[in-house]
């Protein structure tokens, strides 16, 4: 891996890619710092502190939630328009279409429906947020004029970290949108190992706990890298063909099936289920103390706050109910995403059309069946661990009493995930230099 980074270093070509990419994460930097005018600091970090939410938020920022700047929403609008623009095409049949059959205009039409959809969402997010700021006292500023204006300013933001992921993707190497997540979660480290290292000079005891949480910290990223590079290689034959007087004979392929076809998305999906509905309930309200009168919508207040401290009681993070619900949101939504990703009966039936077929298998039917057979086996492997990967990390943290580094299982995933991504296409650009120069020469 070392050896193609220098090489990749020394090509013209990827060397401008990867400036490129970090000019990119140069501006995206610079983005953070732009904050928006009339915050209360203190009354934000208060907010910060008490909603899960935000936490959730604000680490794929790289710390732009946290200073409240343009770009606090981060691209997490443009995320779940992608996710829910991939559902919608395996529902609606329009949208099969156009993705199947509509080739590059197609694709370019999708797109545009996914940039119109992060709009909107970015809209009601930004929304939402604006007015729970409001509420807490987080703006000087409480006229409607500059609500309007914090909404505009933080929609522009996501708008930008979109078109710079595009740009990445164009220009650069790797998944631009990636690369953002990517970016902002690294950020985030230099000032959790600062802290870490500054709390262990207080006795032997807390320097023992962090060289175990490295330990359990090195394992599960090696655990990480085996699960996006395992696959099952389902054996494959080509069928003998005749083009004119010649006979050329089948050769022998694999369709790769993956161990994780579902990524992070599953812990996404998860994730937001929890805590959406308890974030959502402190948008709705203030608190014990501001809510005054007795018409129906200081009832509503009212109403909307016990069911909050319900919530934090009962289903709070670091309850055994919790991460019960958690582990079995994230098994059934790995289930439900790989059968999206991966559509077994389109394979079987380009196999079909190929006149490639599985051998001891027979074409249609019973080659859909044995690949379904195949994927419940392994995206079940798949499930139980993402489940133990979402629920683990936060009960070892606990239980090491390390709480100045946080050791998540969606930063962690996107994070190795990412970096193979980006590696794996360096290498396959310094293949395809090679093959070209061997074709001039």
Do not use: C
Request: glycine fraction near 8%.
């Amino acid at each position: 891996m070392l050896n193609n980074l220098r090489a990749a270093v020394l090509v013209p070509e990827i060397r401008q890619r990867i400036l490129f990419v970090l000019f990119a994460f140069a501006w995206f930097v610079f983005m953070i710092h732009v904050q928006l005018p009339n915050v209360n600091q203190a009354a934000w970090q208060r907010v910060l502190q008490s909603g899960a939410f935000y936490n959730l938020l604000g680490f794929l920022s790289g710390g732009a939630l946290q200073k409240l700047s343009i770009i606090a929403m981060g691209i997490t609008p443009y995320i779940n328009a992608s996710i829910i623009m991939q559902l919608m095409t395996v529902v609606l049949p329009q949208l099969e279409e156009m993705a199947k059959r509509g080739g590059e205009e197609g694709r370019k039409k999708i797109s545009q429906y996914t940039r119109w959809l992060t709009i909107v969402l970015a809209t009601v997010q930004a929304t939402f947020m604006a007015i729970s700021m409001e509420r807490s006292g987080v703006f000087y500023d409480t006229s409607t004029w500059y609500l309007l204006y914090a909404i505009v300013a933080m929609i522009a933001g996501t708008m930008f970290l979109m078109w710079l992921g595009e740009q990445i993707s164009d220009k650069g190497i790797g998944n631009g949108v990636s690369l953002i997540i990517f970016i902002g979660i690294v950020l985030r480290y230099p000032q959790y190992v600062t802290q870490t290292f500054s709390s262990t000079s207080q006795g032997a005891e807390s320097v023992l706990n962090l060289v175990l949480y490295i330990a359990v910290a090195i394992v599960v990223i090696i655990s990480i890298v085996f699960l996006y590079q395992g696959q099952r290689r389902v054996p494959v034959q080509q069928a003998r063909r005749v083009v004119g007087r010649k006979m050329f004979a089948g050769r022998s392929t694999y369709i790769p099936l993956r161990l994780n076809n579902a990524g992070v998305i599953s812990i996404i999906f998860a994730i937001s289920i929890l805590l959406l509905p308890q974030q959502a309930l402190s948008w709705f309200g203030r608190s014990q103390a501001t809510v005054t009168g007795t018409g129906f919508w200081a009832a509503f207040q009212h109403g909307m706050q016990g069911v909050s401290q319900w919530l934090n009681v009962w289903f709070s993070p670091n309850g055994v109910l919790y991460n019960i619900v958690y582990f079995l949101l994230v098994v059934v939504f790995t289930f439900f995403y790989s059968s999206i990703v991966l559509n077994t009966r389109d394979v079987a039936d380009n196999l079909k059309k190929t006149g490639a077929f599985i051998p001891g298998i027979r074409p249609g039917q019973p080659t859909v069946d044995y690949l379904n057979k195949i994927l419940m086996r392994i995206t079940t492997a798949a499930a139980i661990y993402l489940g133990l990967l979402a629920v683990l990390p936060g009960a070892v943290q606990r239980g090491l009493s390390v709480t100045t580094f946080y050791l998540g299982s969606t930063s962690l995933l996107i994070v190795v995930g990412v970096a193979l991504d980006t590696i794996t296409q360096i290498e396959a650009r310094l293949a395809m230099r090679d093959y070209r120069g061997f074709i001039k020469r």
